[in-house]
């Protein structure tokens, strides 16, 4: 099967970074875009930033110029540098990869299970 498994997370004070990393095991024959969400108590998750097989890179207005984020094919990875961390940056962090499973042909999405993002003084 697959799993997706988060890392990173913590409590950081407004204007500190950290980093999440995401990396997709099991029998995995092909990854697309790799992204992060991330889901605040009482809000609908959204998305943080979305990278694509070829590198093409979005991101939500709300984090440009702060987030980074990168992947490494080799190591089915996802990363989000989170630079000038604000408290509104609060939230639960997942990544999602939507990829295709050795011996079949559907692209499905595959969710990590989250991990806890806080900035706070």
């Known amino acids: 099967q697959v799993q997706l498994v988060e890392s990173g997370g913590g409590l950081v004070q407004p204007g500190g970074s950290l980093r999440l990393s995401c990396a997709a095991s099991?029998?995995?024959?092909?990854?697309?875009?790799m992204a992060w969400y991330r889901q605040a108590p009482g809000k609908q998750r959204e998305l943080v930033a979305a990278?694509?097989?070829?590198?093409?890179?979005n991101y939500a207005d709300s984090v440009k110029g702060r987030f980074t984020i990168s992947r490494d094919n080799a190591k089915n990875t996802v990363y989000l540098q989170m630079n000038s961390l604000k408290p509104e940056d609060t939230a639960v962090y997942y990544c999602?990869?939507?990829?295709?499973?050795?011996?079949?042909?559907?692209?499905?999405?595959?969710w990590g299970q989250g991990t806890q993002v806080t900035v706070s003084s």
């Open positions: 999602k990869s939507s990829l295709r499973k050795m011996w079949t042909m559907g692209w499905y999405d595959y």
């Open positions: 099991g029998n995995i024959f092909s990854i697309n875009t």
């Open positions: 990278i694509s097989s070829g590198g093409s890179i």
